[in-house]
């Protein structure tokens, strides 16, 4: 028994030992060559295979680890959703028309989640390029709206055409870019 005791303590003592090297064990020289670009900058010590721990982690908000998740899960996806197909020429003759369109486009599409604000550009001025006229852009609340968005409406047969969907960046959408 009293022989277990001893092996105790010795363990003990093995691992204060060893919490001190870590911290002492950077080395000061390699430290200094890393600061003046000679070497790259050392992370942590990996002795006797530790983990090695970056000096300074950034901690993530739960924010950016929830953002960060939902970009894993939906990769490429935005809450802007863009159909193609959808809209034809009469569609956007005279603003009767492009007002029913938009209303029909909204009433639709506000099925699939909770819809903030869509577009339906008619021609090519401040921002919007030419190649943005007949795309109908849709502005979801959340990603998980507008994948929902995009599942029902993909392939959707609208009068002759198949529609096509694609993610648009949201950025370029609240600047008012649209290609």
């Known amino acids: 028994l009293q022989q277990q005791q001893l092996h105790q303590q010795q363990h003990h003592h093995h691992q204060q030992g060893m919490m001190m ?7 000061v ?3 200094v060559d890393a600061a003046m670009g000679l070497r790259p900058m050392p992370t942590a010590p990996s002795l006797l295979g530790m983990p090695v721990v970056p000096l300074t982690p950034a901690m993530p908000t739960a924010l950016d680890i929830a ?3 939902l970009a894993a899960a939906f990769p490429c996806q935005t809450r802007v959703l863009v159909l193609l197909n959808m809209v034809s ?7 009767q028309d492009h007002a029913e369109l938009l209303e029909e486009v909204k009433e639709e599409c506000a099925k699939f989640g909770n819809l903030l604000t869509i577009q339906i550009p008619r021609k090519a001025e401040n ?10 852009y849709l502005e979801y609340a959340t990603v998980q709206d507008s994948a929902k968005a995009e599942k029902e409406l993909k392939g959707r047969k609208f009068g002759p055409n198949v529609v096509q ?7 370029d959408y609240q600047a008012g870019k649209l290609k």
């Open 89 to 95: 020429d009469e569609d956007l003759q005279t603003d």
């Open 165 to 171: 969907t694609n993610f648009y960046p949201e950025e």
């Open 67 to 69: 953002n960060a998740a």
């Open 127 to 136: 921002g919007v390029e030419a190649s943005a006229i007949k795309k109908i």
């Open 29 to 31: 020289e390699e430290l």
């Open 21 to 27: 090297m870590m911290t002492t064990s950077y080395n």
